[in-house]
């Protein structure tokens, strides 16, 4: 039974369609992973099906109520450990969270289970946070219409981590970010393209001189374009250069 991620949100559709493609939508078929999204209008006490209101205090925009959330994630949690699953670690996606990384998705990756939760309009009333959030997190420092796309970025990033859903291992690790660099420059066919030649090195059927320009490269590319994850592998001790 492989990792299971649920998806609190207005629009459950639009989230399955994603999960159910490509690589995930594979791993899914062959039970590497689960995936399931909830619609919290289904939750809603009122006739017209709504799940905001104006916020006290005044300002503009709408908040979501914190009921219909708090029934959806409780029938969530019910179903999850239904399968025999512990109760499930649940996330909602804000601007105030915790900023996701890769770090991020390594731990995450280790839970048998995640409910993720989106907000939209002006955000949720703070109370459901309060009661079921395990944590906070966001993608960065802009505003999105709703949190279906930074749930599917995180459900996205740590599902590709579960066993048997990439065809190896070393398909992440050498990946962007997994040891804080960024990823080396990739190349195929045609050797020449446009006046443009692919390396000599990926050529020769070296591997060890392969790897060592690869990690050169990552090196050299870090250190030009996110200086701040250079300088926090120097803090780190982890900046030695290749020779």
Known sequence: MGMRIDIATLFPEMCQRV???????????????????HQIRDYTLNKQKQTDDYPYGGGCGMVMYAQPIADCLRAITAEVEAEGRPKPHIIFM????????????????????????????????ERVIEAFADEELSLGDFVLTGGELAALAVADSVLRLQPGVLAEQ??????????????????????VWEGR?????????????????????????TRARRPDLWAAREKNGDSGESC
């Open 19 to 37: 999960l159910d493609e490509s690589i995930l939508g594979r791993a899914a078929k062959h039970g590497y992973i689960q995936t399931a999204c």
């Open 170 to 191: 070393k398909g992440y690790e050498e990946e962007s970010f997994w040891d804080g660099l960024l990823e080396y420059p990739q190349y195929t066919r045609p050797e």
């Open 197 to 221: 030649a692919v390396p000599p090195v990926l050529l020769s059927g070296d591997h060890g001189k392969v790897d060592l320009w690869r990690q050169q490269q990552s090196e050299q590319r």
């Open 94 to 125: 804000t601007p105030g969270g915790a900023k996701f990384d890769e770090e991020h998705a390594k731990r995450l990756a280790k839970y048998d289970s995640l409910t993720l939760v989106c907000g939209h309009y002006e955000g949720i009333d």
